[in-house]
């Protein structure tokens, strides 16, 4: 392993078995190109402040930056012998241009020094996050247009309840996964404030100029405290709660597909491309890819927990234990983007079973509560009405007997409130159209949210 940053005060070297369990360059080097970032932004602000000489500034600087260009070219060799990915880039910065190279570290610590990057390596994920989501949204749409006509049952409790638009029913995904959008832009707020500076916890007695290195780096703020800067990781666990939630609703989206692909339900069919066979039954076309969208959300909620669990006995100021948040971040960031990428492909790829569909909206239990507010329009209470169209229920649709087929003289033995044109909101798209209230799956209001959610996107 390369010589430590701090080896010079130990008389024995680390033991093997140390070196390898405190290693963190197999996961940290994906925050190499923030730590060079960061790293060019304080070098120029040593050298403006003459806190090193402005010729091994200007070294420093040109020495990272061919270091930057082999990591955004992918050419970056990493060494996996490195303590960190801080040392990695050290080490090589000193191959490239010296002993100017040691001077780099001068007023910082790796506690501000991580810190820093994994504030920039979020700012970037959530802007992705953001624009795939958004991407989700626009696959969703697309596909609640071209079902604008489709009535399919509505469930409570898994059970048939009322007749709604499928487009209402996509449309209530992007409800959610807008509010998704807008917690991590929040977390986003909290993220951007620029650490660097706080040094191992204290501070520094050296005349640095932690608002130039802000500027360069393009945080909005300054962290106010050197201890809570390197100390607390709170903007990590907002970042996996907001993922956490966003995975919720991604995993009830996947539930929904499972369920109207089946063929007790048979909505929809879902594309060969994202679906596998059975190895013993020739017939199968299995959702796997939604079952394991449903699974992989485990994987997220376990990130949120393995982080939360870690920061919650921790004393103040910086510990080694902070050095494994970064795993479960990762991983988190890494399903997430995953996971809407395939769900963006896979709702471009779904066919409506409409004559499916018809056939089981004439099922008139839909419209109970349609008769109810017909009812109650015509004076009676909602309690009175409620009991009428349950004997209704009793005496017909537990028989298989349609209310619509009651004769004039059978209808007026529930009440003689009912009259012949309740056979005329006895169908789906009478119970859709009915409803009136703002946000209900009425066609006119939905076509409104449509045009809406068009423009917003």
């Known amino acids: 392993m390369a010589k430590k940053l701090w080896g010079t005060r130990f008389s024995k070297i680390t033991h093997a078995l140390t070196d390898k369990f405190t290693s963190s360059i197999a996961f940290d080097q994906r925050l190499a190109k923030y730590d060079i970032l960061g790293s060019l932004a304080h070098a120029k602000m040593l050298g403006k402040q003459k806190i090193i ?3 091994d500034a200007q070294a420093i600087i040109k020495g990272l930056n061919i270091i930057l260009k082999d990591v955004q070219s992918g050419k970056f060799e990493f060494d996996l012998d490195a303590e960190d990915i801080h040392s990695n880039i050290q080490e090589l910065l000193v191959k490239k241009i010296g002993d100017a190279a040691f001077k780099l570290h001068t007023a910082r610590s790796r506690n501000d020094q991580v810190a820093l990057d994994i504030r920039m390596y979020l700012k970037s994920e959530i802007n992705d996050l953001v624009e795939n989501i958004v991407g989700l949204q626009k696959s969703i749409l697309k596909f609640a247009k071209s079902s604008a006509q489709v009535i399919i049952p509505g469930y409570t409790h898994l059970q048939i309840a009322q007749a709604v638009l499928m487009s209402h029913h996509l449309l209530s995904y992007l409800e959610g996964l807008e509010r998704d959008k807008t917690r991590l832009k929040d977390a986003k707020k909290r993220i951007d404030a620029m650490p660097l500076g706080a040094c191992a916890f204290s501070g520094t007695s050296l005349p640095i100029d932690r608002e130039f290195v802000r500027k360069e780096l393009g945080f909005a703020t300054l962290t106010a405290n050197s201890i809570d800067s390197v100390s607390d990781r709170d903007f990590i666990l907002e970042v996996l709660a907001a993922l956490t939630i966003l995975s919720v609703h991604l995993s009830r989206i996947a539930e929904d597909l499972i369920l109207w692909s089946t063929n007790e339900f048979n909505f929809i069919d879902i594309d060969f491309s994202f679906c596998t066979g059975s190895s013993i039954m020739p017939h199968k076309k299995n959702p796997d890819i939604l079952e394991l969208i449903r699974g992989s959300v485990g994987k997220i909620h376990g990130d949120l927990s393995s982080v939360m669990i870690l920061m919650k006995g921790l004393p103040s100021s910086y510990n080694r234990d902070l050095q494994l948040d970064k795993p479960p971040l990762f991983d988190a960031v890494d399903t997430m983007k995953d996971i809407l ?3 963006m492909a896979l709702f471009g790829n779904i066919v409506i079973e409409k004559e499916a569909i ?3 909206v ?3 239990s839909l419209f109970s509560v349609d008769i109810v507010e017909y009812l109650i329009k015509k004076g ?3 309690r009175k009405a409620h009991d009428i169209v349950g004997r209704m229920v ?3 649709l537990d028989k298989g007997k349609k209310i619509s087929s009651l004769s004039n003289e059978q209808l007026k033995k529930y009440s003689h409130k009912l009259t012949p044109d309740i056979r005329n909101i006895l169908n789906a ?3 859709v159209t009915l409803k009136l ?10 076509a409104k949210q449509l045009d809406k959610w068009s423009r917003r996107l």
């Open 380 to 382: 009676i209470s909602y």
């Open 394 to 396: 009793i005496d017909c």
């Open 358 to 360: 018809i056939s089981k």
């Open 341 to 343: 990428e395939i769900f």
């Open 53 to 55: 000489p402005q010729k």
């Open 362 to 364: 004439r099922d008139e």
């Open 437 to 446: 209230s703002y946000g209900s799956t009425n066609p006119k209001l939905v």
């Open 429 to 431: 798209q009478s119970s």
